[in-house]
């Protein structure tokens, strides 16, 4: 079945700095990969979501970028804010079941 | 639609109790997942259901663990007997697989076996 290895476990960057989460799937038929947040207590919430059939996504400061070939994909955050502290997690979808990787904890600090 | 709605929001229940977490998906949704959360293993699938039928529960730790789906809007994850090491919280996520398949996620219950 499909394996997401997510690296790093932690990540501490200064306020304005970028930040990047890496992940790994093992299920060559996955062709959906989303990214989702997590602040202390609360659920973990969509940020931003990439299809197989596309190597790049934007929103603002956020980007995703996705290496098929490779079952690489990524998670970048430009200017980063102390709001943007919280846990992330990657996941990959193969055969309708949604599995995720274990999770960043990232710490902005101002 | 008030998304996903999971109760209880906290549970404290005895070792050797049964528990039972309840969840009702957003509307319209085909596919329902229930996930463990730990400090030490992060999100894990225990199961998942297409249409109302168990697709994968191969995420289900034990015996103990079982889940149902009785109609399109209500599943329950029930843990009989419960023991202290299942202590976590459990999320229900629901999705339009082959459309949108943004997966959303219920509040979450908060299960603690003392």
């Known amino acids: 079945g499909e394996n997401v290895e997510q690296h790093p476990s932690t990540l501490s960057v200064q306020e304005g700095d970028s930040a990047v989460i890496k992940c790994t799937y093992s299920?060559?038929?996955?062709?959906?990969f989303p990214w989702y947040k997590q602040e202390l207590g609360k659920r973990p919430q969509l940020i931003i979501d990439i299809r197989s059939n596309v190597g790049e996504k934007k929103d603002q400061r956020i980007a995703v970028t996705l290496n098929k070939t490779a079952k690489h994909f990524s998670l970048h955050i430009t200017e980063t804010q102390p709001e943007d502290s919280a846990v992330y997690f990657c996941?990959?979808?193969?055969?309708?079941?949604?599995?995720f990787g274990t999770g960043t904890l990232l710490a902005v600090q101002p | 639609d008030a998304g996903v709605i999971q109760s209880p929001r906290h549970e404290v229940t005895e070792m050797g109790q049964e528990v039972t977490l309840r969840c009702k998906p957003i509307s319209g949704h085909n596919s329902l997942f229930w996930y463990r959360q730990t400090m030490m293993r992060g999100l894990e699938l225990l199961i998942y259901?297409?249409?109302?039928?168990?697709?994968?529960d191969s995420g289900m730790p034990e015996d103990r663990f079982s889940a149902k789906m009785p109609n399109a809007s209500f599943s329950t994850l029930k843990i009989q007997p419960s023991e202290p090491r299942d202590s976590a919280v459990y999320f229900c996520a629901s999705s339009f697989i082959g459309l949108n398949t943004e997966a959303f996620f219920g509040q979450g219950t908060r299960l603690t076996v003392v």
């Open positions: 259901f297409n249409n109302n039928v168990p697709i994968d």
């Open positions: 299920d060559s038929a996955s062709n959906y």
């Open positions: 996941a990959a979808l193969a055969t309708n079941k949604l599995i």
